[in-house]
Nanobody, 119 residues
């Protein structure tokens, strides 16, 4: 079994910053990729950013230049640094990880953490 522990989120004013982290643990042999998705009210879940085991990063156009994804391979942890936050960034942010458990290749999802950008 794989567990994802998400830390961060909260309420911040427009233009502010927040940092998210997600630590994976459990039956993990290989981490192929980790990342963040978000779902805002009335919208479908969308990709925010991903990072592969090789360090290749992919960002949604809406967050490029404002968000930075990184990872600590030893800690199996992915981070999302968010700056210049906008009200439209308000959403539940979900961590995900693409892993090989030693038997299966699977995706796992965190419960989500609320990010609210408001005055």
């Amino acid at each position: 079994q794989v567990q994802l522990v998400e830390v961060g989120g909260g309420l911040v004013q427009p233009g502010g910053s927040l940092n998210l982290s997600c630590a994976a643990s459990g039956s993990i042999v290989i981490v192929y990729a980790m990342g963040w998705y978000r779902q805002a009210p009335g919208k479908q879940r969308e990709l925010v950013a991903t990072i592969t085991s090789g360090g290749s990063r992919n960002y949604a156009d809406s967050v490029k230049g404002r968000f930075t994804i990184s990872r600590d391979n030893a800690k199996k942890t992915v981070y999302l640094q968010m700056v210049s936050l906008k009200p439209e960034d308000t959403a539940v942010y979900h961590c995900y990880v693409d892993i090989y458990s030693g038997k299966y290749r699977e995706d796992y999802w965190g419960q989500g953490t609320q990010v609210t950008v408001s005055s």
